[in-house]
């Protein structure tokens, strides 16, 4: 057995690197240039290819070491292959496609064939003489490009730019690298342009003679990637690539960093998005497309992009008889927002029951006045005075969580959502600065909204604003459930069917009213006390009305 050692290969000037992937199996077999190992340094992740073929023996660091130029990371196995690459594509048999690295045209800046130009390629306008910093390297030295495909993308703290390549061509120097500042005019790469270029870029002498499938083309153009001068297969010499060839499983994803870094917080599996850069390098712009179209795909998939697994999808049909029925949009878009909210809202429920025996009893009273003002009063006119007095006390409640996660929303109006049962589905108008207005206007809005809601007819902007939601099932039944809030509210009220209930008043059981009243809320943004508060006062509020009017 010869066995030759393979050590880290020149970083390009980081001092050490991690070990986050070994690529291959001890025994596996590999050819020149298969990738052995992945690292990454805090700017960019590096395939280290393997500068011979034979098969490998084992490993001589693991899964997160860190390692530095020189180190020895393998040992292969060579008896039977040949140390250099183009020994070894000659002793192949013609008839067996494989990806080997053939003698490319000179790419090297000083090297470039007789019709062949080299172009710079620098920063166009980007609008501001600011420098902004390179996130991402968006091609390797030996990719073929063409006009307008991204080079590398920039970033400043307002936007993320991508910067296109003027010129069709191979590149044959990058001149700039991640975490660099760059300027309008400032020198990104050097592509050899000409006709010729692109085709030399992948060598086809070999499959002229040997066709090979897609795959194995794909293969080959990724063996192809290296300059020639650097293709030569010398341990000393072993070219680092500065994209990425993470593997997901099996299957390799061509992406960068930052892709892989946007991957990584959206919880995107990499190796589900369709690549649409050169030779299907996974861009930005690919992964949110894919999380856009998860999300279109309705809440099952958006789901099971979370990491959640599906409902396996059942054939009811082999049970009895079935009759597949349209969604609405309502209930397709409330489906949607019922289940972001539930798994985005840490929920929890609070339950009390307030004493309505007086409120009732007063309500009665105003049937009459009602009638000549051509109103209904219900409950739900008083709960929604209640919920907006309470929002007053107890401003946590009337705040939203701010997108940075690290500031609240502090809200100084007063606008409470009221769910209405529509046959079309839920939805939710909102009775706007409702701490300014009376029962009469309150009840008069009520009736105004419920009947717009359920002819359809209400206005997006009546469904805007809302800062705390009511939910009363109060006329239907039940004793108590547990709403969703609507978030970016943090609290919503869950009303259930009032009861009569013996009370222990001190001395007796007497009959009193009780209305059992659930309040689900956002634990990010309120605390356990702050909701036995608002609840306490709720509960005040509804059983002595004369609070109210404080
Ligand atoms: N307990 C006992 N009776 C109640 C009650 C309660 N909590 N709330 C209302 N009632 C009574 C009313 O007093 C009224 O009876 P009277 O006419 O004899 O006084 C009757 O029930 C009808 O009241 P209502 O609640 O329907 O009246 P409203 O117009 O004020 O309510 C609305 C409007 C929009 C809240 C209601 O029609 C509705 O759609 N509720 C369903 C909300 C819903 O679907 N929530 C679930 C959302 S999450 O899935």
Known sequence: ????????????????????????????????????????????????????????????????????????????????????????????????????????PAKAPDSASSIAAEQLIVVPDIGSDDEIDVIEISVAVGDTVEEGDTLLVLESDKATMDVPSSHGGTVLQILAVEGDKLRTGSQVAILQVSAAAPAAAVDTSDTAQTPVNDQ??????????????????????????????????????????????????????????????????????????????????GPAAAASGAGIPQVPAVDFSQFGEIETVAMSKIAK????????????????????????????????????????????????????????????????????????????????????????????????????????????????????????????KLKPSDMQGGCFTLSSLGAIGGNGFTPIVNSPEVGILGVSKSQIKPMWNGTEFAPRLMLPLALSYDHRVINGGDAGRFMTHLVKLLSDIRYLAL
């Open 1 to 104: 057995m010869a066995v030759e050692i393979v050590t880290v290969p020149d970083l390009g000037g980081a001092e050490s690197v991690d070990v986050i992937e070994l690529s291959v199996a001890p025994g596996d077999a590999v050819e020149v240039e298969d990738s052995l190992l992945v690292l990454e340094s805090d700017k960019a992740t590096m395939d280290v290819p393997s500068p011979f073929q034979g098969s490998l023996v084992k490993y001589l660091v693991a899964d997160g070491d860190r390692v530095a130029v020189g180190d020895a990371i393998a040992e292969i196995d060579v008896t039977d292959g040949a140390a250099e690459a183009d020994v070894e594509s000659e002793l192949l048999p013609a008839q067996e496609p494989q990806p080997v690295v053939e003698p490319q």
């Open 216 to 297: 194995e083309n794909a293969a080959q153009e990724k063996v192809s990637e290296q300059p020639a001068g650097e293709q030569k297969a010398s341990q000393a010499a072993a070219p680092v690539s500065t994209v990425v060839s993470a593997a997901t499983g099996s299957s390799e994803v061509y992406a960068g960093p930052a892709v892989r870094m946007l991957a990584r917080e959206l919880g995107v599996d990499l190796s589900k998005v369709s690549g649409t850069g050169p030779r299907g390098r996974v861009q930005k712009d690919d992964v949110n497309n894919y999380v856009k179209s998860a999300l279109k795909a």
């Open 333 to 456: 878009l409330t489906a949607a927002n019922m289940q972001r909210n539930w798994l985005n809202v840490p929920h929890v429920t609070q339950f009390d029951d307030a004493d309505i025996t007086e409120l009732e009893a007063f309500r009665k009273t105003l049937k009459d006045e009602a009638e000549k003002r051509g109103v209904r009063v219900t409950p739900v006119a008083f709960l929604i005075k209640a919920l907006a007095t309470s929002l007053q006390a107890n401003p946590e409640f009337n705040r939203s969580l701010a997108g940075d996660g690290e500031h609240y929303i502090q809200k100084h109006y007063c606008h409470i959502g009221m769910a209405v049962d529509t046959p079309r589905g839920l939805v939710v108008p909102v009775i706007k600065d409702a701490d300014q207005k009376g029962i009469w206007d309150i009840s008069a809005e009520i009736a105004t909204l419920a009947a717009s809601a359920r002819d359809g």
